[in-house]
């Protein structure tokens, strides 16, 4: 048997035919273009979706379902999209539109929650009952595996802990709250932070991290400070420190409200690798509440990369015991 999976994201949609053994045989993609209508972006995805089936050597025929994961509050019992910050979506019935393009069984997840429950089937988190998948991106997507199921709440919107406070009256997020993890612990977050503290030492002639922009500040990104931490800049090492308190301060939230047996990293941050894991496993067996415990969650990078949401799309099926 072989499945299909989309993962539509902000920069891209792409689809992906997987296997039984979470191979992925083929994939095709285009970019997102948002903003624009919905009916386009549907037709889009149904595109990419048979052109990957195209290049496997498939059809529509060879798959049983078709799962997609898709920022935002996805209502499984409606097939609504009822919110999404990121792309500006509301009430948007994708369901059917994409039932009406597919003529297929259409399974919607959030994506985060499909890139946990891609960890889950085939990744850092596949031998653990309890598992927490944080994607490190432009935002801070969460996905929280239970039992083996994925966690999504009363009203399916639920483990957007990116949303969570942990600064009070903090910076503001594009979900209209202020202070939330995904504004400080993002990629975004970090390239906000790095700027303040260049804005700070614009008056050095040696600073590091100036030099390395060509000194244009809109040129910073998530890696300049990491970048310059490791010519041994200072101030590059203070913006580390710094973000590395934020991104801690949700991990251990999270561990002490889910004591999960994994939390894996995923994004374009989590290619930091150990100068990321390692100050960060220091922080949170400093701060966890379970400290004293035998057994203690594991902090790990993501392995599946940004084939995870694809994966774990397409074995939604699975999630809802189909």
């Known amino acids: 048997m072989n499945y299909l999976g ?4 902000g920069t891209n949609i792409v689809a992906g035919v997987v296997n039984e053994d979470n191979q992925i045989l083929a994939k095709a993609s285009c970019k997102t273009n948002i903003p624009r209508p919905e009916e386009a972006i549907c037709d889009d995805m149904a595109m990419v979706a048979r052109e990957a089936l195209k290049k496997a050597g498939l059809t529509m025929d060879d798959v049983p379902w078709v799962g997609i994961g898709c920022p935002g509050s996805v209502n499984q019992g ?11 979506f509301h009430n948007w019935p994708l369901e059917k539109m994409m039932t009406d393009r597919m003529k297929k069984k259409i399974i919607l997840e959030n994506d985060a929650n499909a ?10 988190a596949k031998d653990a009952k309890d598992a927490v998948a944080v994607t490190l991106g432009t935002g801070v997507g969460t996905g929280i595996i239970i039992d083996g199921k994925i966690y999504s709440g009363c009203n399916y919107a639920g483990a957007e802990m990116g949303h969570m406070v942990i ?5 503001p997020c594009t979900c209209g709250r202020e202070g939330c993890w995904e504004a400080y612990a993002s990629a975004t977050g970090l390239i906000a932070l790095t700027k303040e503290a260049m804005l700070e030492s614009q008056a050095d002639p040696d600073s590091v991290m100036w030099k390395m922009v060509g000194g244009d500040i809109d040129k910073v990104s998530g890696r300049t400070a990491f970048d310059a931490m490791r010519q041994g800049d200072s101030l590059g090492k203070a913006v580390v420190d ?3 308190s934020y991104l801690g301060c949700g991990l251990v939230n999270a561990i002490n409200i889910f004591q999960p ?3 894996c990293l995923g994004g374009g941050i989590s290619k930091e690798g150990e100068n990321l894991l390692r100050p960060l496993r220091a922080y949170v067996e400093r701060e966890r ?3 004293h415990a035998k057994k203690q969650t594991q902090l790990c990078t993501a392995q599946l990369g940004n084939d995870a949401g694809i994966i774990g799309a397409a074995f939604l099926g699975r999630a809802i015991g189909l």
Do not use: H, M, P, Q
């Open 242 to 244: 710094r973000y590395i």
């Open 261 to 263: 047996d994994v939390i």
């Open 6 to 9: 989309i993962d539509l994201g």
């Open 115 to 124: 890139a946990a429950y891609g960890e889950y089937v085939a990744g850092a």
């Open 167 to 171: 600064v009070k009256d903090g910076r």
């Open 78 to 88: 409606t097939g609504i999209i009822e919110y999404s910050n990121n792309l500006g």
């Open 289 to 291: 509440y379970s400290k």
